[in-house]
Nanobody
Framework: QAQLVESGGGLVQAGGSLRLSCAAS????????GGWFRQGPGKEREFVAA????????YYSESVKGRFTVSKNNNQEAVYLQMNNLKPEDTGVYYC?????????????????WGQGTQVTVSS
């Protein structure tokens, strides 16, 4: 099972940008999709974005659509999350994961191989 490592989190002011990266250490993502989830203070973990490996189809939650962009590298070894126009409500720990169930990319139960998470803090 591939180990996932996230990076790129940090502290940014509202309106700023961050780019998160997720790499499968020494392995390709041999699953259907790579996804990003987040968990804010006192909140449940929620879906943010996902991209399918085969055709690059992307999926976004309504709260980030138009501000975040998910992408992947061609070797299926990394997935990225470009976050623009960040808002304080985007604060949380961001996790990447791989989907082993086809077609349920917004559901956390479809994902395995979760990373350890990276903290994103947006100040107002």
């Amino acid at each position: 099972q591939a180990q996932l490592v996230e990076s790129g989190g940090g502290l940014v002011q509202a309106g700023g940008s961050l780019r998160l990266s997720c790499a499968a250490s020494g392995h390709r993502f041999s699953t259907y999709a790579g996804g990003w989830f987040r968990q804010g203070p006192g909140k449940e973990r929620e879906f943010v974005a996902a991209i399918t490996w085969s055709d690059g189809n992307t999926y976004y939650s309504e709260s980030v659509k138009g501000r975040f962009t998910v992408s992947k590298n061609n070797n299926q070894e990394a997935v990225y999350l470009q976050m623009n126009n960040l808002k304080p409500e985007d604060t949380g720990v961001y996790y990447c994961a791989t989907a082993r169930v086809d077609g349920y990319y917004m559901d956390s139960w479809a994902y395995t191989s979760w990373g350890q998470g990276t903290q994103v803090t947006v100040s107002s």
